[in-house]
């Protein structure tokens, strides 16, 4: 018996909207992540990109354990002398709330040409409006 290897274009793409809500944090990337690579069918393949797109609604409600909030920073570096800039998880929450979902999701899936095919799936909304609702998607609950 041969084992199967999708190719890029016979791979069937399918839309997928997740409510973050009062979701853990990283448990939502994590399962996000699988989607976006594809492992969940039964037809994965490691050097193709077969995942599917994902939308997450209600990124400002999502929740983390413990101190994170306070404690947890997000750090951008410029490359020029006195160019890092720290943000808590508080602050970004507050300005950008998509951005904190968008940067454990990308933590998550591989680098590279790949990973950043695969990125490209992701939508991400503070609240529960999404512009998507041509390619009619699917709720998926995790």
Known sequence: MKSFIAKPAEVERKWY???????????????????????????????VDCGDYVIVINADKVKVTGKKMTDKMYVTVSGFPGGRKEIPLEKLQAKKPEEIVRHAIKGMIPDGKLGRMMYKKLKVYA????????????????
């Open 17 to 47: 909207v997740v409510d973050a809500e009062g979701k853990t944090l990283g448990r939502l990337a994590s399962q996000v992540a699988a989607i976006l690579r594809g492992k969940n069918k039964p037809t994965f393949t490691p050097h």
């Open 127 to 142: 609240g529960p409006e999404h512009n998507h609702e041509a390619q009619k998607p699917e709720m998926l609950e995790i």
